[in-house]
C-alpha cells in the first residue's frame, strides 16, 4: 500500500523568536533534522519510490536538501499568509490588533488576517494539491504547520472546528496508509 508522510520543515529562526509567517532559514537545530530525515525515511520505504514536495519557503527546502528523492515545490504548499502581522509573535498582535486576536480565539477556522488568509481560505487552495495526492503513490510533504492541519484534517476526516487545533510537532514524521475507510498512522519523533 502506499503511504503519505507529513513532516513541519525543521525549526526555522523564527520557530525560535516566536514569530509567525515570513520566510527564515532553518535554526540549527533544524538543520540537524534536516540531516537526520533521510535516514529515518530509507528505513521507512527501503528503495521504494517516493517523491517529495515542499513550499516555496526556504525552511521546507533546506529541510528537503540532504532527501535523494525527486523534489517538487509548490506555492500551493506555503504556510498560511497572516497579512498584516506576518513576522509578529503573538505577544505583539494581541497588542496591536487585540479585537482581531480576540476573535480568532472565537472562530479559528473562520477567522481571516487582515490582507491575509484563514484556515477556510487555505482548505481551498489546497484543493488542487490534495486532487494530485490522491493520484500518487508515496509522498512525503515537508510542510507547515496550518498546511498540515489541512491536509491532516482531510485525510482523517476531522471537523473544521478542530482542525486549527490538530498538534502536529516539529521533528516529527506522520505516515498515514490510506486504507478504504481512513487511515492507518504512525508517528516517528527524532530526538533533536
Ligand atoms: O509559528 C509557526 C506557524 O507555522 C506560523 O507561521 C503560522 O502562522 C502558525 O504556525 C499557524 O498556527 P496557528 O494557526 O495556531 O497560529
Not at 513541519?8 to 509567517?21: A, P
Not at 521504494?48 to 521546507?60: E, K, M
Not at 510537532?169 to 496508509?177: A, E, G, R, S, Y
Amino acid at each position: 500500500p502506499r503511504s503519505i508522510f507529513f513532516s513541519r520543515h525543521g525549526e526555522s529562526q523564527f520557530n525560535v523568536e516566536g514569530k509567525i509567517g515570513g520566510d527564515a532559514p532553518l535554526s540549527s537545530r533544524g538543520m540537524q533534522y534536516a540531516q537526520a530525515l533521510p535516514a529515518l525515511i530509507t528505513d521507512n520505504i527501503g528503495d521504494a519510490p517516493l517523491t517529495v514536495w515542499t513550499s516555496t519557503l526556504q525552511r521546507t527546502i533546506q529541510s528537503a536538501q540532504y532527501l535523494p528523492y525527486n523534489k517538487l515545490t509548490w506555492k500551493s504548499l506555503d504556510e498560511l499568509d497572516a497579512g498584516v502581522c506576518d513576522g509578529m509573535t503573538y505577544e505583539e498582535i494581541e497588542q496591536a490588533y487585540p479585537e482581531d486576536f480576540a476573535n480568532r480565539d472565537e472562530d479559528k477556522f473562520n477567522y481571516r488576517y487582515r490582507g491575509g488568509e484563514s484556515y477556510r481560505d487555505v482548505v481551498t487552495r489546497l484543493e488542487p494539491v490534495i486532487m494530485e495526492l490522491e493520484r500518487q503513490e508515496n509522498i512525503l510533504i515537508i510542510g507547515h504547520q496550518a498546511i498540515l492541519r489541512c491536509l491532516y484534517a482531510y485525510f482523517h476526516n476531522l471537523p473544521h472546528d478542530d482542525l486549527p487545533y490538530i498538534k502536529i510537532p516539529l521533528h516529527t514524521v506522520i505516515k498515514l496508509t490510506p486504507k478504504a475507510y481512513g487511515c492507518d498512522e504512525e508517528r516517528y519523533t527524532l530526538p533533536i
